[in-house]
Nanobody, 123 residues
């Protein structure tokens, strides 16, 4: 398993913006798909968005229009720009990546994961 390193996130007020990023800790082949999931206590990991190497994107309905995923293939990095944050966006956000030729929306579609980053939206 390839370790993905996340950065960014933290506390934010409702309506604010945050960005989190993720990249592998060492050199590796370019992932086909990179994505983001989030998880709250007592719940399963929820799909947020994903992007393919050719920039095909998929978004969960709850984040469409507010969140934007992007990637830098040269750095094998993925970014999540979160705008107009809401309290229900509070969660631990996980970066995920995989080499399979699909833009998956299930945790089992991804073999490589980041360590998780807390995002807390509160006034």
């Amino acid at each position: 398993q390839i370790q993905l390193v996340q950065s960014g996130g933290g506390p934010a007020q409702p309506g604010a913006s945050l960005q989190i990023s993720c990249a592998p800790s060492g050199r590796t082949f370019t992932f086909y798909t990179m994505g983001w999931f989030r998880q709250t206590p007592g719940n399963t990991r929820e799909f947020v968005c994903a992007i393919s190497k050719s920039n095909t994107t998929r978004y969960a309905d709850s984040t469409k229009g507010r969140f934007t995923i992007s990637r830098d293939n040269a750095k094998n990095a993925v970014f999540l720009q979160m705008n107009n944050l809401k309290s229900e966006d509070t969660a631990v956000y996980y970066c995920a990546a995989d080499f399979r030729l699909q833009v998956g929306v299930r945790p089992e579609d991804y073999d490589h994961w980041g360590q998780g980053t807390q995002v807390t939206v509160s006034s």
